[in-house]
C-alpha cells in the first residue's frame, strides 16, 4: 500500500500531541491549524517568514523582533484570536514544516542536531517522509 506522507505526518504528530499533558491549555506555533485543532490544542499562526532573517530562534518564537503588523495578523489568525495582544503567548510546541520561502535562519530546524536550535527545544517527531519537525519547547529552565 503507498503512503501518504502528508497524511501519515499529520496522524503521526497528531498522536503525539493528543498524548501530551494539558495538550487543550497548550499553544502549537506552525502554518497550519490542522495540527493544533485535530489535537485540540491551541494555535499560534506562523508563517515563517516574520520578523528579521538571521534572528534567533527563541527571538522567533517570542516575536521578540516582528513588526507590529506581523503580531497583529498572527494573533488575529490564531486560535483563540487574540486581537488586542492581551496575552503575549509563548508557544509550548513548535511544528515545522520547511517551504521553500521561509527565513534560511529558521530553516535549521529540519535538522535536530544542528546546534542552532535552543537547549531547551525536544524533538517529538521527525517526519521520513519531508523535513516536517515537531518540538516541545521546554520553558521551565
Known sequence: EKINPNKSDLNNIVTILKNQPDIENSYVMANYVFFADIANAKWMTAHFQE???GDSIDNYITRENWKDWEIFLSN???KPMD???LNHVIPDYLIYNPKLFHHESLKVLTDPTNSEI???FELLYKSPYSG?????INHNG
Do not use: F
Open 51 to 53: 520578523g528579521p532573517e
Open 76 to 78: 488575529i489568525n490564531s
Open 83 to 85: 486581537r488586542h495582544y
Open 118 to 120: 535552543p537547549e531547551n
Open 132 to 136: 516536517i519537525t515537531a518540538y516541545k
